[in-house]
C-alpha cells in the first residue's frame, strides 16, 4: 500500500508513530518557567550566541530561462546550543536550508532529494516528504500536494514559474500526516523573490536585507529536540532560535535594515515590540510590497505568515541595544525564555549609506489589494473547527479528500473568478493561521471591523483569531488545478483540518503528473 491509498487512522495503526505518540517519555509539563528536560544550565543566556544569515543556496547551472539547484534532505548532528549536539532533518544538513533567491521571470527548478533514513530516529515513522513553495502559484504537481510524497531514496524535481511580483518565500515539507515532525526537524528555508519595481526603491539591500526564520523548540536532557504536541493541540517550545540561533545578538550600523521575519514556529504566535518603544515600519506581507509603508509599535504573528519591516537605527547612539521582544498572544503557551527573541547592538557609524529610505508609495501596480466587493461572483462560508479531538474545516478532512480519490473539493471556483471567503473560528480556546494556497488574498475584514495595520497588504495566511470571523477577498488567477487550504498550526494539519479547493477543471493531477522517481534513476540536472 501507498501512503496516496491509506486513510488518516490507517497511517497512524501502521506508523509506529501512532504508538510513539502514546509513550513519549517526555510528556508535556506545563511549567510557567520551562518545558525543557535539558540543564537550564546548558541553555546560553539571552544575547550571546553570535547571529548568523543562512548561506545562500548555489546554483547547479543555468540557461536563457532557467536557474537550476540541487538540495538533499538529510539527518545531521548539529549544534544548536553551544557545546552540545542535536539531530535534525536539513536541507543540505543545514536549518534553516539554504536561501534561494530568484528574479521574477526566470524559472527555477529545485532537485529535491530524500537522502533521510528509513525511519525517525525516535518517533519511528517514515520520514517521506512533499516540499511546498509557500506563496508561490506553482502548477498542482510542483505545490508540495501533501499526498504527493517523496520517500527516502527517491528526488523529485521541483518547477517553480516565478510570475508573481517580489515577495519573501519559504519552502517547507508538506508530507501528509508528518508535515509537522518534519518542520519541526528542520524542514524549511528561505526563497527570495525579487522584481524590477522592488528593485528601483531605495529600500536596503545586500547585508541590509536580513532574513529571520524564528521558530521555537524544546530539549531533552541529552541535547536532543523533544516532540509533544499536546494530543495535537500544539507544540510550544521555550528555546527561540533565530536562524537556528538561541536568542542571538546581531551587530548593526546606525542605518535602516530591512528584515524578513517569518514565523516558522509549529504552533507559536508572536507579538514583537521593540524594547525602546520605537515603532517598526511595515513593507510587505505574504504576497509581497505593500502599497504604502505602516508604522506600528506592535505586530502580530502566526505561523507561515511573513512580514518584511525596516528598523531605523540611526536613532540610536553606538553601544545601544534594541532588544525585539515577544509580548506572547492567547493561547500560545508561554515561558519566561519566550519574551524575548534577539538583540541588536548599535556598533558602528553606516559603511554604506545608499538605499536607506522607506518611500511613501512601495507598490503601485495592480495586485490583491485593488480587488473589491463588487468584483465578486461567489461567497463562500470556511468553519475551522474541532470535534471529538478532530480538527477539520467544514468538517471535511484530509482523510475525506483521500477517501473520495481526491475528488472531493470545498469549492470549484471558475479560472481568474474574484471571490470572497468567510473564516469563521468559534473557538475560544485556539486561533488558527489558515493558508491558502495558490492565491494572494486581501483581508477585507475581522467581525466587521479594519484589519490590522501590519495585514494591508497581498496575504496567503490569515490569522484567524479566537471566536472571529475574517472576510477574504481574491482571484483565481494564474492556474488550474487542485488546491490545499489548511490550518498552518502544523498538529492541526497533520490531525486532519486540511481539504483542498479546484480552480477551474482539467488541471494536472497533483499526484500522478510528476511523481518521485528512485535516486537510482536520477539523471544530472
Known amino acids: 500500500m501507498t501512503p496516496h491509498s491509506l486513510s488518516r487512522r490507517d497511517m497512524l495503526k ?21 518545558i525543557s528536560r535539558i540543564a537550564s544550565s546548558k541553555l546560553p543566556r ?31 548532528k548539529i549544534e544548536i546550543l ?7 532533518f536539513g536541507y543540505d544538513g543545514i536549518a534553516p536550508g539554504p536561501t534561494i533567491r530568484a528574479t521574477q521571470g526566470r524559472q527555477v527548478v529545485v532537485r529535491h532529494i530524500n537522502g533521510l533514513p528509513a525511519k525517525h530516529p525516535s518517533l519511528g515513522y517514515t520520514p517521506w516528504t512533499s516540499v511546498h513553495l509557500h506563496g508561490s502559484a506553482s502548477l498542482p504537481q510542483y505545490d508540495g500536494y501533501a499526498s504527493d510524497i517523496t520517500n527516502p531514496g527517491q528526488y523529485k524535481d521541483y518547477v517553480y514559474p516565478n510570475i508573481q511580483p517580489a515577495r519573501s518565500l519559504w519552502y517547507h515539507d508538506h508530507g501528509v500526516g508528518h508535515t509537522a515532525e518534519n518542520a519541526y526537524m528542520g524542514l524549511a528555508g528561505s526563497y527570495v523573490l525579487t522584481d524590477p519595481v522592488e528593485k528601483a526603491l531605495p529600500l536596503p539591500t545586500g547585508r541590509y536585507d536580513v532574513p529571520l526564520v524564528i521558530a521555537d523548540k524544546m530539549f531533552a536532557e541529552n541535547g536532543e529536540l523533544m516532540y509533544d504536541d499536546a494530543s495535537h493541540s500544539g507544540l510550544w517550545g521555550d528555546v527561540i532560535l533565530v536562524n537556528g540561533r538561541p536568542w542571538p545578538r546581531m551587530a548593526v550600523e546606525r542605518r535602516k535594515y530591512r528584515f524578513r521575519i517569518l514565523n516558522a514556529s ?82 558602528a557609524e553606516p559603511t ?33 473547527i474541532r470535534s471529538n479531538g478532530q480538527w477539520s474545516v467544514n468538517g471535511v ?19 481568474d473568478a474574484v471571490e470572497i471567503w468567510d473564516v469563521t473560528n468559534r473557538s475560544g480556546g485556539w486561533f488558527h493561521p489558515v493558508h491558502i494556497h495558490l492565491v494572494d488574498f486581501q483581508i477585507l475584514s475581522r467581525n466587521g471591523a479594519a484589519p490590522r495595520p501590519e495585514e494591508r497588504g497581498p496575504k496567503d495566511v490569515v ?16 492556474r488550474t488545478g487542485r488546491y490545499m487550504v489548511h490550518c498552518h498550526n502544523l498538529p492541526h494539519e497533520d490531525h486532519d483540518m486540511m481539504t483542498q479547493f479546484e480552480v477551474g477543471s482539467g488541471g494536472p493531477d497533483p499526484v500522478t503528473a510528476a511523481p518521485a522517481k528512485p535516486l537510482s534513476a536520477a539523471t544530472p540536472l
Open 14 to 34: 501502521m506508523s509506529a508513530l501512532g504508538a510513539a505518540a502514546l509513550a513519549l517519555p517526555f510528556e508535556r509539563i506545563v511549567r510557567a518557567k520551562s
Open 46 to 76: 539571552p544575547f550571546t550566541v553570535p547571529f548568523a544569515v543562512p548561506p545562500v543556496a548555489e546554483l547547479v547551472k543555468s540557461d536563457a530561462t532557467t536557474d537550476f539547484y540541487q538540495m538533499t534532505m538529510r539527518q545531521k
Open 82 to 88: 553551544p557545546g552540545i549536539g542535536t539531530t535534525i
Open 266 to 347: 509549529l504552533s507559536r504566535g508572536y507579538r514583537y515590540r521593540l524594547s525602546t518603544g520605537e515603532p517598526m515600519t511595515v513593507i510587505a506581507t505574504d504576497g509581497g510590497l505593500m502599497s504604502a509603508p505602516q508604522q506600528v509599535s506592535e505586530i502580530r504573528h502566526g505561523m507561515a505568515e511573513r512580514y518584511d519591516i525596516v528598523v531605523d537605527f540611526a536613532k540610536y547612539e553606538i553601544g545601544q541595544r534594541v532588544v525585539l521582544q515577544n509580548l506572547g498572544v492567547k493561547n500560545s503557551t508561554d515561558y519566561d525564555t519566550t519574551k524575548q527573541i534577539m538583540a541588536f547592538d548599535v556598533t
Open 352 to 384: 554604506d549609506g545608499t538605499n536607506n529610505d522607506v518611500p511613501g508609495v512601495l507598490d503601485p501596480t495592480p495586485s490583491a489589494m485593488d480587488l473589491t466587493p463588487a468584483m465578486a461572483t461567489a461567497n463562500r462560508k470556511l468553519e475551522v
Open 397 to 415: 478532512t484530509w482523510e475525506d479528500v483521500v477517501k473520495s480519490d481526491y475528488t472531493k473539493v470545498i469549492g470549484n471556483p471558475k479560472a
Open 463 to 478: 490569522y484567524v483569531g479566537e471566536n472571529e470571523t475574517v472576510k477574504l477577498i481574491m482571484k483565481f488567477e494564474h
